[in-house]
């Protein structure tokens, strides 16, 4: 995702940039928010690696997260 410069809360809560986002580009978004907020806290880097990479048998998209020794699988559905 691009760099955004900073605005108000009210401003973003209807950001068009995000309103067509698909499941795809959110698995990026998780991805970068995951990977700064390891990087901000001090906490081990998350690996990360969509379903299809990990081999998970699903038609939904998503992303499989290890962070030390704990092991999530987050899907990722557009709800309507």
Known sequence: MAKREERK??????????????EEEFEGFLEEALTWFADTEDAPPPRIVNF??????????GLVVTIGDARFQ???????
């Open 9 to 22: 809360a009210g401003e973003r809560e209807h950001d068009p940039m995000y309103a067509n986002m698909t």
């Open 52 to 61: 299809g990479r990990a081999g998970v048998l699903t038609n939904n998209r």
């Open 74 to 80: 987050v899907t990722v559905v557009r709800a309507n």
